[in-house]
């Protein structure tokens, strides 16, 4: 089970870091993504981080604002959000799979509880 955190009311223009944990596994061999929905949206992949961390993906309307890392000693991936924006307002989740490549197809290992965030205008 993944458990996302970190998530909160921001007004536009301000920064967030979210967290993605795993219970009883290590994420260590895992690539892992963020997604993120919004109510009557359907859900949109932001980022994903290889099971190195060599390699990073986003979507093209988070590009140059969010960054993903890991930090596989505390078990950990994050993602720092800035220059925050209302439409960036959604649940976010994280997911765990054997490759970015897999989650952009839907196949996950692990899924968790997301946090809400939220960007005032």
């Known amino acids: 089970q993944l458990q996302a955190s970190g998530g909160g009311l921001v007004q536009a223009g301000g920064s967030l870091r979210l967290s993605c944990t795993a219970s009883?596994?290590?994420?260590?061999?895992?690539?892992i993504g963020w997604f993120r929905q919004a109510p009557g949206n359907e859900r949109e992949g932001v980022s994903c981080?290889?099971?190195?961390?060599?390699?990073?993906n986003y979507a093209d309307s988070v590009k140059g604002r969010f960054t993903i890392s890991r930090d596989n000693a505390k078990n950990t991936v994050y993602l720092q959000m800035n220059s925050l924006k209302p439409e960036d307002t959604a649940v976010y989740y994280c997911?765990?799979?054997?490759?970015?490549?897999?989650?952009?197809?839907?196949?996950?290992?692990?899924w968790g509880q997301g946090t809400q965030v939220t960007v005032s205008s």
């Open positions: 997911a765990a799979a054997q490759a970015c490549s897999e989650l952009e197809l839907g196949i996950e290992d692990a």
């Open positions: 009883g596994f290590s994420l260590d061999y895992y690539a």
């Open positions: 981080i290889s099971i190195s961390g060599d390699n990073t």
